[in-house]
C-alpha cells in the first residue's frame, strides 16, 4: 500500500505537456520538397557569394614588407638585436587613390599568439590595476616585446607634410572599460616606483601616451590592440585610421615615406613584418575566401539536386492505386 502510494506521488499530472501527447508536425522529405528546396539554397548561396567575391575585390589593399632581409632595405641595419632604438625609412609610391578612411595595419608572420604559454604569460589582476601585483607579479608572467611605431609623410614639392593619424577607438570597447585598468594612483608612474619594465620596451607603460591620462598605461590604445590576441600566425593588427584634413577623401596618389621606430626583432623566429593600408566595404575589410566559400556551398547544393534528381526520375516507384 505504502509503495502504490508513493508511485502515485511521483506519477506526473495528466496533463498534455506531461504526458507528451501536445500536436507535433512532421514533414515528409518527398524528392518533390528536397530538391527544389537545394535548388533554392544553391542558387540563394552562390548570389551571396558572388555579391562577397565582388566586393571583396573591389577592396583597395596595400602590403609592404618592411622586415628588412635584404641588405639594400633602410631597414636591413635595424635586425641587428643590439641596435637600439633604431629608424629607418621606407619610400613607396601609391599609383592611384586609396579612397577613405584609410586604415593603417602592422602585420606580422610566423608569430604564434595563439600558443596556450604566450597566452598565460600575463597578469590578469595586475592588468586591472590592483597595485598588490606590481611587484608580485603572477609565475606565468614573461617579457614580452613591444609593436613598433610609425610616422608617415608625403612628399610634395620636394618636402614631407606629415599625413595626420587617428588612434582613437582603434581597441575593443570592452578592453577599454571593462577587462583592462589603471590603478587609481596619481600621477600614474608613482603606481609603478620599483618596477622595471619589459627588456624589449621602448618605454615604460606610465609613458605610453604622458599627454592624454584616457590612453595611457595599461587603457592605451595600441597596448590594447596588441593584447587581444591573434587567431592565426600570420595577422594584421590595426595602427591608425587616416581619415582626416587633407586626406578626408583618402591616400591620394603620389611618393610616400614612412618612418619606423625599429622595436621588434622578428628574424630569430624566421618572422615578417609588414604595413598594410586598406579600406573597408559593408562586409568589412577584405576577405576573399567568405565569397569563395559560399560559392563551393552553393554550387555542391546545385549538383547534388541535379544528382537526386537522375536517381529519383531513374529508380522512383510507380505510385499504388
Known sequence: MVKEEQESANRPDNTAFTQQRLPAWQPILS????????????????????ALFVTSKSIQDMEIDYTGVETDSDCYKCTNTDEKNCVCRLDFNIPTLIEGPVFFYYGLSNYFQNYRRYGVSKDDTQLSGDLDNFKTPSDDCSPYETDDTFVLYQNLNGSNQEVPFDGKGIAWWTDYNVKYRNPDVTPLKDAFEG???????SKPAYELDPTDPNNNGFINQDFLVWMRRAALPDFRKLYRRISQDDYARGLPAGNYTLQIGYNYPVMSFKGKKKVVFSNVSWMGGRNEFLGIAYLVIGSWCIVMSIVMLIVYAKFKFPEED
Open 31 to 50: 524528392a518533390g520538397i528536397i530538391i527544389p528546396g537545394f535548388v533554392i539554397i544553391g542558387l540563394t548561396f552562390i548570389g551571396i557569394g558572388v
Open 195 to 201: 618596477t622595471v619594465k619589459p627588456p624589449f620596451w
